[in-house]
């Protein structure tokens, strides 16, 4: 157990917009920058595979850096690194919702799949603009292209080797 000389209390502050707990299909980077300064990114998306839900982006990332190993990925992809996450600082840059939430599993399962093929696109693009992504996006799903211009333009103003990339 810690003791009181091994915990090294600090103060956190966190602040978001109240959009950011919309439920519905959205396409989000993680930027990680390690102890040693190094910068790692994790491309991802809501709205399961195994459910017929689209959570928020907020509900996501207490799910990526928690510990179920279903929903952990991007512990994982850190740890697969070596790099602790305790000891790093992190940056969400989440758009959306693309598309809305449905309830049925055929809207559920073509709006997912519609979303998964800009997530595999971005992922790519990322990676071909330089950035160091941990993640490989599998999606043999058709992609929109004029979609994901927009798409590429919107997250090219936090990324900006993006800006030069097409896909």
């Given at each position: 157990m810690n003791g009181p000389?091994?915990?090294n209390p600090s103060t956190y502050d966190l602040n978001f917009d109240g959009g950011f707990?919309?439920?519905g299909f959205w396409l989000y980077?993680?930027?990680v920058r390690s102890?040693?300064?190094h910068e790692l990114f994790y491309v991802g998306r809501t709205g399961d595979s195994s459910s017929i839900n689209a959570q928020s982006p907020f509900i996501r990332m207490g799910q990526h850096l928690g510990d179920a190993e279903n929903s952990s990925m991007l512990r994982r992809h850190l740890r697969a690194r070596a790099v602790q996450p305790e000891r790093c600082a992190f940056r969400l840059v989440a758009h959306g919702p693309i598309l809305e939430e449905v309830n049925d599993r055929d809207g559920h399962y073509e709006r997912r799949?519609?979303?998964a093929a800009l997530e595999k696109a971005l992922e790519e693009a990322m990676r071909a603009a330089?950035?160091?992504v941990m993640n490989i996006v599998?999606?043999?799903k058709p992609l929109d292209s004029e979609m994901f211009a927009g798409i590429r333009a919107v997250f090219a103003a936090d990324f900006p080797a993006l800006e030069g990339e097409a896909h």
């Amino acid at each position: 157990m810690n003791g009181p000389s091994d915990l090294n209390p600090s103060t956190y502050d966190l602040n978001f917009d109240g959009g950011f707990l919309r439920r519905g299909f959205w396409l989000y980077i993680w930027q990680v920058r390690s102890l040693g300064g190094h910068e790692l990114f994790y491309v991802g998306r809501t709205g399961d595979s195994s459910s017929i839900n689209a959570q928020s982006p907020f509900i996501r990332m207490g799910q990526h850096l928690g510990d179920a190993e279903n929903s952990s990925m991007l512990r994982r992809h850190l740890r697969a690194r070596a790099v602790q996450p305790e000891r790093c600082a992190f940056r969400l840059v989440a758009h959306g919702p693309i598309l809305e939430e449905v309830n049925d599993r055929d809207g559920h399962y073509e709006r997912r799949d519609i979303v998964a093929a800009l997530e595999k696109a971005l992922e790519e693009a990322m990676r071909a603009a330089g950035y160091d992504v941990m993640n490989i996006v599998r999606c043999l799903k058709p992609l929109d292209s004029e979609m994901f211009a927009g798409i590429r333009a919107v997250f090219a103003a936090d990324f900006p080797a993006l800006e030069g990339e097409a896909h």
